[in-house]
C-alpha cells in the first residue's frame, strides 16, 4: 500500500496507525489549499515576510530560504508553518495578483491562457476554429479605394486575432 494519492499527494490512513489525526489533518489542509485554489504570487522565490493563514503562492524556479529546493510547488501557509504541495497537469488556480487564472500545461504554469475549441456566450457560439484565408479585395470596374482600406483593415485585424488564416504571400 502506498503512502501518497497518486494525483495528489495525499496522505493516506493505514489500519493500525498511531496518530491518524495528524495524517488525516494533513489531508484536509492539502484539499483546502488545493480546491478552488487561489495563489498570492506566481514564481516568487522568496517567502513573503507576513503570511496569512491560508495564503499560497507559486514558488518560482530558484527559491531560497524557506522555499529553498520546492521549485514549481505550490507553497502554502498554516499555524504550523510553510506545507508544499505538488501540482499536477491541468490544474487550475486563480492569481489573486495577476486577476486572472493560471494553469499547469505540459509541466509550467501559464497565466491567463484560456484553452477550448469554442467560445459560447448566451447559448450562442461566439468563436470557433480558425477560418480559412479571404483573398484581399482586387479588380472590378469600379474601386473604392475607402472601402478596400476598411476591408483591408478589417482582414488585417482578423488574422491578428488568429479568427481568419493569413493569405500565403
Do not use: Y
Amino acid at each position: 500500500m502506498t503512502d501518497l494519492t497518486p494525483r495528489l499527494s495525499l496522505p493516506m490512513l493505514h489500519a493500525g496507525q498511531a496518530q491518524k489525526e495528524i495524517t488525516h489533518n494533513e489531508a484536509l489542509f492539502a484539499l483546502d489549499v488545493l480546491l478552488h485554489s487561489e495563489v498570492e504570487g506566481v514564481g516568487q522565490n522568496e517567502p513573503p515576510v507576513a503570511p496569512a493563514d491560508g495564503q499560497c503562492w507559486i514558488v518560482g524556479s530558484a527559491p531560497v530560504g524557506a522555499w529553498e529546493g520546492q521549485a514549481d510547488r505550490i507553497a502554502a501557509w498554516s499555524e504550523s508553518g510553510w506545507r508544499f504541495l505538488r501540482s499536477c497537469e491541468g490544474m487550475l488556480l486563480w492569481s489573486r495578483h495577476d486577476a486572472q487564472p493560471i494553469r499547469r500545461i505540459s509541466g509550467s504554469w501559464r497565466l491567463g491562457e484560456l484553452r477550448g475549441s469554442v467560445v459560447t456566450l448566451g447559448g450562442m457560439q461566439v468563436l470557433g476554429p480558425q477560418q480559412p484565408a479571404i483573398a484581399f479585395p482586387e479588380g472590378g470596374n469600379v474601386v473604392d479605394a475607402e472601402a478596400r482600406t476598411t476591408l483591408a483593415v478589417l482582414l488585417n485585424t482578423l488574422q491578428q486575432h488568429g479568427l481568419v488564416a493569413r493569405n500565403a504571400e
